[in-house]
């Protein structure tokens, strides 16, 4: 049987696999949560090490936006042009 992972085993995927049949709609949101604040910390973490740490909060939002959002979108809603300023 192939996995979903080339590091996982049949036996710990399947042990996975019913964990999360298991698990509450809640539960399952609050793992996404947790996730999505991970991916937060660590793309604003990449931001301050690419900038440096002294970075104004708004230049770190735009910065942060600008990851995730077109450049139209950007020059269009916050007068930032991520071509111009770096991401």
Request: net charge negative; aromatic share 6%; hydrophobic share 35%.
């Amino acid at each position: 049987m192939k996995t979903q992972s080339r590091d996982t085993t049949p036996e710990v995927e399947e042990i996975l696999v019913e964990r999360y049949r298991q698990m509450s709609p809640q539960e399952k949101i609050g793992i996404v949560r947790d996730l999505n604040q991970t991916v937060l910390t660590m793309a604003l973490a990449g931001i301050r090490h690419r900038h440096g740490p002294n970075l104004s909060e708004r230049e770190t939002r735009l910065r942060l936006a600008a990851l995730w959002l077109d450049r139209d979108t950007m020059i269009k809603v916050y007068g930032w042009d991520p071509e111009v300023e770096g991401y």
